[in-house]
Structures are given as structure tokens and as C-alpha cells.
């Protein structure tokens, strides 16, 4: 697995010197907390919330929706794209680094990516805003890593179908930008007139906020069955087509 | 000693709808050759080499390369041979060093990159970013990654395309080298004259087709024509240029072509080029038209190459 390893590491390098994309999935989410934190504070507003949580408290689950979507459906598609546009996987298939070991180091790193812009986002609430969380930590983890590798796979998927980066890019900015509003995950769906939050139940984003927020706040597991078995529908069935579907040029 | 083949291709096809990219292509190549196929833009090389190395799949055909079928052997295939690809790229933010770490990481076996790096002449550079380096540079390290888990075969594919003559020439050295150390090489150019101080043999290709196969002296001289001399018809100076069209219009082409070992006689306004043999040849076309009262310029006599072999075969000059 010396490949694996190496390509990780590469490939993370490669990551952190790619300014932007390293805006927009760490800082860009924790800049949204502070000016909401700052405007809202994080006092509990349980007539808002349904319970004992304040803007901040619920608003980092949900931002973590927007650095899972951010990630799966932007970088993922343009990365994957332009190194087959310009050349770059056409290069490797000329080894014998086989597609599995190049996907799974690039998804190894997309998701220490997203889980570095989560943590950041977390320690940020804590440091300012006295951040509270209810549930479990493994249990958001372990729901973040569903969500993730849920979303992966349709960035994947994006990424096989689009002829040019540039259409990857295109798709994935109109997959994501209305997901990001209507799902809960960059405002809350209360704020939202009651038609427009019906369209939420045919976002996937909107069952990773619920799943993340729920956990987040404490409900158990079986409350939260449906988003769980969505998400992993989409996971195993995304997987699929998405490694089926996946191209090196 | 009996030379052993290694690569051997059969009847070889690939179209592109309309376009025969590959139309029955055959070769041999055995170990520790400079083996070059050498043809126009969109002649085939590419599609050619790319089948022989498993990256496209042939419509029709039979490709063995040290035994295997590039296609159900890829991956086993993949480590005993060295690519080098005519497009492709590293990660615009990838250093050197990074890149061939990396790539010899993919291999079972790869040889020390740092060797690599400083026979390639790229130390200096192994900190640098892909996207820092020179169009040379890039060359030298696309090299490198070819040479990384030492190769039985290389496969080269417009290897010099886009460096200075210098650096052509360079790399030249390094092709030779690579061979010494007992790597089979498989090339293509577009450049005749690399394929003819390069290679051992060479392929000609047109439109998809092998049309000539060869060593380089062996090509040239069953074209029986050893010698080329070119001259201007006194079209020395522009102030000329009105009586020099006079003169060439004038000017007989049957004249020269009763001279001794003269085979055939092209003009082009007024520069006349003369094919033909002989060590005389020179000298006889001196005389000839001296004799004639043709006052020319510019005389010059060069020894037939691979352009002229593409030129007689197809009737075109390889570039355009
Ligand atoms: N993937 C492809 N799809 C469609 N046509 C192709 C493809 N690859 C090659 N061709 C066509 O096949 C022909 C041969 O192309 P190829 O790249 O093999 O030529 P080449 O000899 O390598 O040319 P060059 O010297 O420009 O590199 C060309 O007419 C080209 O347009
Ligand atoms: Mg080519």
C-alpha cells in the first residue's frame, strides 16, 4: 500500500497549495459562523430551535453540510475533470497504479479535508461562541462519514459525465448553490416560506442536515432512520455507478 | 547472434469513423534496437504505439510486446515497460521530486529516482513545481518517469518535439544511452533527421500504413539516388530578380539532363535542384552549364536523406 500512502500525501500537499479550493471548504464555513454568531449570538432559543439550542449551536451541523457539498459537489467534479482534461490521470493509467488505489487516496483525502473544515468550524463555536452539542461525538462522526462518502460518490459521478472541467464546474455550482439554501444546511428551513421547504425532502443535502443536526442534538438513531437509509442508499448505489462510470481519459 | 523479437504486431487497425488512424500495420522489433517510426501529422504514430502499449484498443490485430497481450496483460504489462506520452501532464503544483517518488511507488521494482534526476540533468530542479519548469525541463522529467522502474522497452513518443536544437541533441545522447544499458527503444518523430542518426531502423508512415522499413542507409541508398545538388539560376541579388526570372524561364532542365549520373532535374522558379550519382556529378553540371552560358549562384551539393526516400515514395515533402 505504498502507493496509496503516497498518493495521500501528494495529493493532500497538493490540496493545501491550491489556495482557493482551501478557502472555500475550511475558512469560507467558519467565516459564515462568526458573522451569524456575531449578528444572532448563541443564546438558546428553544421557540426557534424546538429546543434548547442556539443559532450557533445548530448552525455548525448544518455548515457542515455546506463543507460536505462544497467539497463533493465542487471539488471533487473540477479536480477530478481537469486532471483528465489536461492529462494528468491519462499520465497514470500509463503505470500500474490500478483506479481504486488512485480513488480511494483521492477520497481518503477529500475527506480529511472536509473533516478538517469541520473540526475548524467546531473549534471556532467553542473558542467564541460557547458551542453545545447534546449527542454523541461518534455518533456526528460516524454521520458525517455517511453523508461524506454518500456525496463523494455523486461528485464522482459529476466528474465521469461532464465532457470539460468547465461543464463539471458548471454542473456542480447548479447542483449545489440551490441545494445549499433550500436544505438547510447555509439557512435554516424555518426562514423559508412553507412551500419552499417541502422542495427540501428531495434534497439529498437536506438529509445530511437532518442527520447531523439530529445527532447533534441528541435523537437517537432510530428518529433519524430515514435520512440514515437514504444517505446510505445513495452511498452504496452511488459507489457503484460512480466506479463503474469512472475514466482516466 | 540471433536477434530475439520482442514486440511483434499483426495486421493492425484503428479507425476513427471515417479515419483509418492505424490501416494494417505490421512490425517487428527486436531487443536493443533504436526502433523509430517516423511519418507526417496524423500519419498514425500516436494510434500505433498507443495499441502497442495497451492505452487504445485495436479494432483488428495482434499485439504481443515481451510476450503479453497488452490488453489482458495491462497491468503485468505496465511494469516492464516505460512510457512516455506525445500529451499529457503532472499536477500544476507537483515538485519534481514529489512526482518521481510517486511514480516509483506505483512499480514492484523502480530504480533510485536521485540517479535518475542527476542523469537527466534535473537536480537543480527537483524542488521546482511542474507548471515552473521549461518545455525541455518537462521532456526531461517525462523521461525520467518512463526510465523509473528500468524498462525492457521505452516507448517514446514525439521525444523531442518542441526543444532547441541543442537540446535535441541532447537527448539524442540520452536515447543512445538508455539503449546501452540495454533498453530496447521504440520512437517516433516527426523530424527525418533524428530518425536517421537515431535509429537503428525506421518506419515510414502515411495515412495509417507502413509504407517503407529500414535502416536509414538501407532506405536511402535503394532510392538509388546518392546526391542532391541545388542551385539559383543568377538570382543572387534582388535587383536581379526580374532578369533571373527571365534567365529561368530560359533556363532548359533537358540541358543538364544528359549529363553523366543525372537521374532527375526539378525547377522552382528559378532554384533548380538536381538528383542523381556519381562523384563527378559536381563537376559535370559545372561544366555543363558553363558550357551552356547559364550563369547561376548558390551551389550546393548534399547527400540524399529520409526526406528525399518520403518525397519519392509519396510524391509530398513531409512537412505540410
Ligand atoms: N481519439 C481520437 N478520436 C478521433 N480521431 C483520432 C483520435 N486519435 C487520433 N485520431 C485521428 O487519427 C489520425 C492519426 O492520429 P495520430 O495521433 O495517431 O497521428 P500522429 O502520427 O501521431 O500525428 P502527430 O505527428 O501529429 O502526433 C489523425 O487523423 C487523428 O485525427
Ligand atoms: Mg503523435
Not at chain 1, 467546531?122 to 454523541?136: N, Q
Not at chain 1, 458548471?170 to 435554516?188: T, Y
Request: some cysteine; proline content about 4%.
Amino acid at each position: 500500500m505504498r502507493s496509496f500512502r503516497k498518493l495521500f500525501l501528494v495529493q493532500l500537499k497538493l490540496y493545501l497549495r491550491e489556495p482557493v479550493a482551501f478557502f472555500f471548504s475550511l475558512a469560507y464555513p467558519a467565516l459564515l459562523l462568526l458573522l451569524f454568531g456575531y449578528i444572532y449570538g448563541n443564546e438558546p432559543a428553544p421557540e426557534f430551535w424546538g429546543r434548547n439550542f442556539g443559532t450557533v449551536d445548530a448552525s455548525v451541523p448544518a455548515y457542515t453540510g455546506i463543507i460536505i457539498g462544497t467539497v463533493a459537489l465542487m471539488g471533487i467534479p473540477i479536480d477530478t475533470a481537469s486532471s483528465r482534461e489536461n492529462g494528468v490521470l491519462r499520465r497514470y493509467r500509463a503505470t500500474p497504479l490500478r483506479p481504486a488505489i488512485y480513488l480511494a487516496a483521492s477520497v481518503a483525502v477529500y475527506l480529511l479535508v472536509a473533516l478538517l473544515g469541520m473540526l475548524i468550524l467546531v473549534v471556532t463555536g467553542k473558542l467564541i461562541f460557547d458551542l453545545r452539542i447534546a449527542g454523541a461525538w461518534l455518533n456526528v462522526l460516524a454521520a458525517f462519514l455517511l453523508s461524506a462518502l454518500a456525496f463523494f460518490a455523486i461528485g464522482y459521478i459529476i466528474a465521469s459525465l461532464a465532457p470539460t472541467a468547465r461543464i463539471a464546474q458548471v454542473v456542480g455550482m447548479v447542483i449545489f448553490f440551490p441545494m445549499m439554501f433550500l436544505s438547510g444546511a447555509g439557512m435554516p428551513l424555518q426562514l423559508l416560506p412553507e412551500n419552499l421547504r417541502r422542495v427540501s425532502d428531495f434534497l439529498p443535502l437536506s438529509y445530511v442536515v437532518r442527520l447531523i443536526q439530529g445527532l447533534w442534538f441528541g435523537d437517537p438513531w432510530a428518529e433519524l432512520w430515514l435520512p440514515s437509509v437514504i444517505l446510505f442508499g445513495i452511498f452504496i448505489v452511488g459507489t457503484m455507478i460512480a466506479s463503474r462510470l469512472f475514466r482516466w481519459e | 547472434m540471433q536477434a530475439q523479437e520482442i514486440i511483434t504486431v499483426e495486421n493492425l487497425y484503428k479507425h476513427y469513423g471515417q479515419v483509418k488512424a492505424v490501416d494494417g500495420i505490421s512490425l517487428q522489433i527486436s531487443a536493443s534496437e533504436i526502433f523509430g517510426m517516423v511519418g507526417p501529422n496524423g500519419s498514425g504514430k500516436t494510434t500505433t504505439i498507443e495499441c502497442i502499449e495497451g492505452l487504445r484498443q485495436p479494432d483488428k490485430g495482434k499485439v504481443r510486446v515481451l510476450g503479453l497481450d497488452p490488453e489482458k496483460d495491462f497491468y503485468a504489462l505496465r511494469e516492464i515497460i516505460g512510457v512516455q506520452l506525445q500529451a499529457c501532464n503532472l499536477p500544476a503544483r507537483m515538485r519534481v521530486e514529489e512526482a518521481l517518488d510517486l511514480f516509483a511507488s506505483f512499480y514492484q521494482h523502480s530504480v533510485d529516482w536521485r540517479a535518475l534526476l542527476d542523469d537527466l540533468g534535473l537536480t537543480e530542479k527537483r524542488r521546482s513545481f511542474y507548471n515552473q519548469l521549461s518545455g525541455g525541463q518537462k521532456q526531461r522529467l517525462f523521461v525520467a518517469l518512463a526510465l523509473i522502474n528500468r524498462p525492457n522497452i521505452v516507448f517514446l513518443d514525439e521525444l523531442t518535439t518542441g526543444l532547441d536544437p541543442q537540446a535535441r541533441r541532447a537527448t539524442w545522447d540520452l536515447v543512445r544511452r538508455i539503449r546501452e544499458q540495454g533498453t530496447t527503444v521504440f520512437l517516433t518523430t516527426h523530424f527525418m533527421e533524428e530518425a536517421e542518426r537515431l535509429c537503428d531502423r525506421v518506419a515510414i508512415l502515411d495515412h495509417g500504413r507502413v509504407i517503407a522499413m529500414d535502416t536509414p542507409n538501407s532506405l536511402v541508398s535503394q532510392l538509388g539516388m546518392s546526391r542532391r545538388v541545388t542551385f539559383e539560376i543568377n538570382g543572387h541579388s534582388s535587383g536581379a530578380t526580374k532578369i533571373a526570372n527571365h534567365a529561368a524561364s530560359d533556363f532548359n532542365p533537358a540541358l543538364l539532363g544528359v549529363v553523366e549520373g543525372v537521374q532527375k532535374v526539378d525547377q522552382d522558379g528559378n532554384e533548380v535542384v538536381v538528383h542523381g550519382k556519381g562523384n563527378g556529378l559536381v563537376g559535370e553540371l559545372v561544366r555543363a552549364l558553363e558550357n551552356a552560358g547559364v550563369s547561376f549562384t548558390n551551389l550546393r551539393s548534399e547527400q540524399a536523406n529520409l526526406e528525399d526516400v518520403f518525397l519519392a515514395l509519396t510524391g509530398r515533402a513531409i512537412r505540410n
